[in-house]
């Protein structure tokens, strides 16, 4: 891939082709329990290297608005959340959760143009998501399964990774190594363990893809040998721009990312579980919260992993030998993002050799390039209804000779009818 249009896909900073393209979509921001009180501490929140506060104003509306005061620059981090708006803690100025200036204690009549950015904010899933695109371009809003479920059903964690937001979606398109990077670990892992898939993901490691060029993305179908008469297919979905959907793993919760831009250098990984049919057990929310499955442990008071570059993902060539971890870094995300972290923080994409198990990235590489070409020619971007989103992943064994684009037409929806298609 040539220089600039790595960068075009890569660099998400105001005015960037990509910055523009994914400002038109609902960006998740933060979890909705990092601000869960009225009147409670507010927090920076940064994205597509735009520096942001957030917070829950008296009445309980949630307000992302800059981070710094329009009097002199200092960041409202140290102020005073209190009686529906922040106040500065340096001259007493106060916006609301619309950024709108409601107070300037030494000077009233200036109040007006004093006012500073403010996104609009909604809650779905437990997460607060903005509006960082032109007003009044909003699109639907966030209608993934897991946006639309009972709380009980889903459970939503997120994580800080190192390295820009492509190269750590790229992993979630790229299916194929999950023959190699999780080949132990989805054996003891409790959101995976027991279950025909690790028998055919592991018997097979040979991913033979077909991708379907979507209106909203793609839909890919990895190939494995399944019983002597069928092909075990894992079909999972790239929704624009961000979304990955995992194929699911027995009668497992089903998962899925979102790869959200801190900064050029760093991203949000987003990490769902849901279950369409029945509220998630206590025994799946403490795995969950204690990091297992996609989820990670944390380094005390953040959502840096615990294990992360500082300490080499604490690899232990032990397991590494004994056949319990295939990297000897454990935990599958951490297995990831470690690899990926391993690239540099930007992957030079200029060096990179392809294979043909690569397409699904180069299709979506396109695809977001080709976006930002149009949006630059007043286009409007794909995916922008709600209905974009109402799909689901499966991972099914089908009588060799059947196509399986044709069995996935009516089988992937999210409609209320359809069952969840997992052996
Ligand atoms: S810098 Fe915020 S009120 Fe003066
Ligand atoms: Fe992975």
Redesign the pocket.
């Known amino acids: 891939m040539d220089k600039d249009t790595a960068d075009r896909l890569v660099y998400t900073g105001p005015g960037t082709p990509m910055g523009d393209l994914l400002r038109r979509y609902w960006v998740p921001a933060l979890l909705s329990s990092e601000i869960a009180e009225p009147d409670g501490p507010q927090v920076r929140v940064q994205l597509m290297g735009e520096k942001l506060l957030a917070f829950r104003d008296t009445r309980g509306k949630v307000g992302v608005i800059d981070e ?7 960041s ?1 981090f140290f ?1 005073r959340n209190e009686e529906s708006g922040i ?7 106060k916006f609301d959760t619309d950024g709108r200036c409601v107070e ?1 204690p030494s000077a009233p009549q200036v109040c007006e143009r004093m006012s500073i950015k403010a996104y609009p904010a909604v809650e779905r899933a437990g997460m607060v998501w903005i509006y960082m695109g032109p007003k009044g371009t909003e699109p639907a809003l966030p209608d993934l399964e897991w946006c639309t479920l009972p709380p009980e059903r889903v459970y939503v964690s997120k994580r800080l990774q190192e390295c820009n937001w492509l190269q750590a979606m790229e992993g979630g398109i790229d299916t194929s190594h999950v023959s190699y990077t999780h080949r132990f670990e989805v054996d003891v892992d409790p959101m995976h363990r027991g279950t025909k898939a690790n028998d055919y993901i592991k018997a097979d490691g040979n991913v033979i893809f077909e991708i379907e060029k979507t209106d909203v993305g793609l839909t890919l179908f990895g190939r494995r040998n399944g019983e002597p008469d069928s092909y075990y297919w894992r079909i999972t979905q790239w929704l624009f721009p961000w979304f990955t959907l995992i194929p699911p793993f027995g009668h497992h919760a089903l998962a899925g990312h979102v790869w959200v831009p801190i900064d050029d250098h760093s991203c949000w990984a987003w990490s769902m579980n849901w279950h369409p049919e029945r509220a998630l057990s206590d025994e799946e929310l403490a795995q969950m919260r204690a990091g297992a499955g996609i989820h990670v442990a944390y380094e005390e008071g953040s959502f840096r992993p615990r294990a992360n570059k500082d300490n080499d993902y604490l690899i232990d060539r032990r397991a590494q030998r004994e056949k319990r971890s295939y990297s000897g870094v454990a935990g599958i995300s951490v297995q990831d993002a470690s690899l990926q972290e391993s690239m540099g923080s930007i992957q030079d994409r200029t060096q990179e050799k392809l294979l043909p198990t690569d397409r699904g990235i180069v299709m979506a590489r396109r695809m977001l390039h080709e976006a930002t070409l149009a949006l630059q020619k007043g286009e409007e971007p794909p995916a922008l209804a709600a209905s974009a989103q109402r799909v689901r992943a499966a991972a099914v064994l089908l009588a060799r000779g059947t196509d399986p684009m044709a069995w996935a037409h009516g089988h992937l929806v999210v409609d209320g009818q359809e069952p969840v298609h997992s052996v």
């Open positions: 710094f005061c329009s009097h002199r620059g200092v409202l102020g106040r500065c803690a340096y001259h007493g100025l300037v």
